[in-house]
C-alpha cells in the first residue's frame, strides 16, 4: 500500500519550497495537481523529469479522487496544489479523506501558507486568530461574514480576488471603521507589499491607487478594541491617581480611554463635569 504525500509548494518564490518536498517530488511516480503546466514549471525549475501528473480540481475532484486512491493501492502518490498547502483553500480535501477512509498513510509536507505568511509579517496579534479562507461573492453574505468576525474580537484572515478587492475594504470600512487592516499583496513575489492603517485609510488608499489592484490578496483585519466594562467611580479613581502624577485632564481621557477602549470625548465630559 502506498501513502498520499500532501506537499505544499510555493506561493511565488519557487526558492520557497522545502528540501524535504523536493525529496518527495523527485521520489514518488505519480503527482496529483491542479494545474499540469504550472506543477510542469516547478518540477522542470528543480530538474525533475519522468513524472506522471494527473490533474484534480475543483469540478473533477470527486473522480480524480476515486483514481488516485486506486494507484495508492500499490504505489504512493504525492498531492500538490498550484500554490501553498493542498486543502487549504485549494481542492484536495475529498483525497485526502478517502485515503484515510480507504486505511492509507497520509503524510503531510509542510511549507508556504499564504494565510500564515501574511500574519507574521503584519504585526497584528497572532496569539489567536482564525483563517476563513475566501469570502463570499454577494455583498450580503460578505458583510454578515466580516461582521460575524469582527464581533469575536480576535485576528481574522481572508482571501480576496482582485476584481472585489475594493468593494471588500469599503465593507470592513463600513462594518467597523476604527479596525485595523493589514493587506498583503503578491506575498514572496516581486511586487510583494503590505498596506496597514485604520480600515478606512486602507480603503481610501486602493480607491486613490486603483492601478495597483493586481495579483493575490490577503486581507488580516484586528477588529477595534472592545470596550470595557467600567463604572463612573472607577474612571474618577483613575483619574485622581493620574491628576496626582500631574497630567492634564485631556491627558488623562487619553490615558483612559487607551485602557478601556471607551470614547475620549465622553471621558473628558465627564472628568470635566465631576473633578
Known amino acids: 500500500m502506498g501513502t498520499l504525500y500532501v506537499v505544499a509548494t510555493p506561493i511565488g518564490n519557487l526558492k520557497d519550497i522545502t528540501l524535504r518536498a523536493l525529496e518527495i517530488l523527485k521520489q514518488v511516480n505519480i503527482i496529483a495537481c491542479e494545474d499540469t503546466r504550472v506543477t510542469r514549471k516547478l518540477l ?45 483553500s485549494d481542492p484536495g480535501y475529498r483525497v485526502v479523506k478517502k485515503a484515510w477512509e480507504k486505511g492509507f498513510t497520509v503524510s503531510p509536507i509542510p511549507g508556504a501558507f499564504a494565510g500564515a505568511a501574511a500574519l507574521s509579517a503584519s504585526g497584528l496579534p497572532s496569539d489567536k486568530f482564525v483563517f476563513i479562507g475566501f469570502l463570499p461573492h454577494k455583498k450580503k453574505q460578505k458583510v454578515e461574514t466580516i461582521k460575524k468576525f469582527i464581533d469575536i474580537g480576535i485576528t481574522f484572515i481572508a482571501y480576496e480576488s482582485p476584481y472585489r478587492l ?25 511586487h ?84
Open 44 to 88: 522542470n525549475h528543480y530538474g525533475i523529469e519522468g513524472k506522471k501528473l494527473i490533474s484534480y480540481h475543483e469540478h473533477n475532484e470527486e473522480k480524480a479522487a476515486e483514481k488516485i486512491i486506486s494507484i495508492l493501492e500499490s504505489e504512493d502518490v504525492a498531492l500538490v496544489s498550484d500554490a501553498g498547502t493542498p486543502c487549504i
Open 166 to 190: 475594493l468593494e471588500t475594504l469599503e465593507i470592513y470600512r463600513e462594518v467597523s471603521p476604527e479596525s485595523y487592516i493589514v493587506v498583503a499583496k503578491e506575498i514572496t513575489k516581486i
Open 192 to 275: 510583494e507589499r503590505f498596506i496597514r492603517g485604520l480600515s478606512t485609510d486602507v480603503y481610501l488608499f486602493f480607491k486613490e491607487n486603483q492601478h495597483l489592484i493586481k495579483g493575490e490578496f490577503v486581507i488580516l483585519c484586528h477588529p477595534d478594541k472592545p470596550k470595557r466594562v467600567i463604572s463612573e467611580e472607577e474612571i474618577l479613581e483613575k483619574a485622581k491617581i493620574l491628576r496626582n502624577k500631574g497630567l492634564k485632564t485631556k491627558e488623562i481621557a487619553k490615558e483612559i480611554s487607551k485602557e478601556t477602549g471607551l470614547s475620549k470625548k465622553e471621558i473628558y465630559r465627564l472628568l470635566v463635569n465631576k473633578i
